[in-house]
């Protein structure tokens, strides 16, 4: 490993909170619910505080949760809707046939809150992580993007560090896949820290120089853009696949296979450059000024 990117790591190491991440998994939730029958109340229960959980968690899960009898709404970080009942303030409709639409609905609005939703909700958590894992490979596409473009003036995106701080996207690269390590098993409950996730990170760094290589053989062979596109769709596809292998070990306690890797990459490496394709225009036209 280089000097260089060493002395990234203890840079980038000292911006990375990890109990900034513990402490927003574990902000205090009020979620409402408003229905007009027992049935359709405890129904909602399930679907927030499922019998299959584990008891400590389930216990803490309805501690969360009030039945709404004349409340404001205001109090409450969101409030479900049984079937069939109209209130008024935004209420989420629940759907006990497409438990997934719901969960969508409402992570879409509460990026400030996910962690702590996922912490406490486990049928949100696949949610909340497909949510991380789109955003911080979006971030590392976009980090490839702006760096191969000197002109781009840093503070043109909003990334989790300023882009004059590194010596080598590697380094960036790394780094936010770790952030995004530290993201996935708070959403998955885990106990947040670098102690803790060692062992992701210690992978996670050991194949940074692979996806580098990578992304350089792919940039000599594709020239689209003059090799911009392919780069940063690299950076997109190898960010996602990561994050899905850590977000299957804090679901299952395995990671994906070798199989699953290379067919994940080929689907991600096909979505990364769709991506940068859409970021591209608006990165390029920022150089040009």
Same mark, same amino acid.
């Given at each position: 490993?280089?000097?260089?990117?060493?002395?990234?790591?203890?840079?980038?190491?000292?911006?990375?909170?990890?109990?900034?991440?513990?402490?927003?998994?574990?902000?205090?939730?009020?979620?409402?619910?408003?229905?007009?029958?027992?049935?359709?109340?405890?129904?909602?229960?399930?679907?927030?505080?499922?019998?299959?959980?584990?008891?400590?968690?389930?216990?803490?899960?309805?501690?969360?949760?009030?039945?709404?009898?004349?409340?404001?709404?205001?109090?409450?970080?969101?409030?479900?809707?049984?079937?069939?009942?109209?209130?008024?303030?935004?209420?989420?409709?629940?759907?006990?046939?497409?438990?997934?639409?719901?969960?969508?609905?409402?992570?879409?609005?509460?990026?400030?809150?996910?962690?702590?939703?996922?912490?406490?909700?486990?049928?949100?958590?696949?949610?909340?992580?497909?949510?991380?894992?789109?955003?911080?490979?979006?971030?590392?596409?976009?980090?490839?993007?702006?760096?191969?473009?000197?002109?781009?003036?840093?503070?043109?995106?909003?990334?989790?560090?300023?882009?004059?701080?590194?010596?080598?996207?590697?380094?960036?690269?790394?780094?936010?896949?770790?952030?995004?390590?530290?993201?996935?098993? !708070?959403?998955?409950?885990?106990? =947040? #820290?670098?102690?803790?996730?060692?062992?992701?990170?210690?992978?996670? $760094? &050991?194949? %940074? *120089?692979?996806?580098? !290589?990578?992304?350089?053989?792919? =940039? #000599?062979?594709?020239?689209?853009?003059?090799?911009?596109?392919?780069? $940063? &769709?690299? %950076? *997109?596809?190898?960010?996602?696949?990561?994050?899905?292998?850590?977000?299957?070990?804090?679901?299952?306690?395995?990671?994906?296979?070798?199989?699953?890797?290379?067919?994940?990459?080929?689907?991600?490496?096909?979505?990364?450059?769709?991506?940068?394709?859409?970021?591209?225009?608006?990165?390029?036209?920022?150089?040009?000024?």
């Amino acid at each position: 490993m280089s000097l260089t990117l060493l002395k990234d790591i203890r840079r980038i190491y000292a911006g990375l909170n990890a109990d900034a991440i513990r402490e927003a998994a574990h902000q205090d939730l009020n979620v409402g619910l408003i229905a007009a029958s027992e049935e359709d109340y405890r129904r909602m229960e399930q679907f927030l505080a499922p019998e299959w959980g584990e008891d400590r968690g389930r216990a803490e899960a309805l501690r969360t949760i009030h039945r709404v009898d004349g409340t404001p709404h205001s109090r409450f970080d969101f409030v479900l809707c049984a079937p069939g009942v109209t209130a008024g303030g935004k209420c989420y409709a629940f759907d006990p046939a497409d438990t997934t639409g719901t969960t969508k609905a409402i992570v879409a609005d509460h990026e400030d809150v996910e962690l702590a939703i996922a912490r406490n909700y486990p049928l949100f958590r696949r949610t909340v992580a497909d949510r991380i894992l789109h955003r911080i490979s979006r971030e590392n596409a976009l980090f490839s993007l702006v760096t191969a473009l000197p002109n781009v003036i840093p503070s043109f995106i909003d990334l989790p560090w300023a882009i004059g701080e590194f010596a080598t996207d590697t380094a960036f690269l790394t780094m936010n896949q770790i952030r995004m390590a530290l993201l996935l098993a !708070a959403t998955y409950g885990q106990t =947040v #820290g670098y102690t803790e996730q060692k062992l992701q990170i210690a992978a996670i $760094a &050991a194949g %940074a *120089f692979g996806w580098r !290589a990578l992304a350089r053989e792919l =940039v #000599g062979k594709i020239p689209l853009g003059g090799g911009l596109i392919p780069k $940063a &769709a690299v %950076a *997109f596809a190898g960010t996602y696949v990561v994050g899905m292998s850590l977000e299957k070990l804090n679901r299952t306690g395995s990671g994906l296979s070798r199989h699953e890797r290379k067919d994940a990459y080929a689907r991600a490496f096909a979505r990364g450059k769709e991506v940068v394709e859409e970021l591209a225009p608006a990165v390029t036209r920022r150089a040009e000024r």
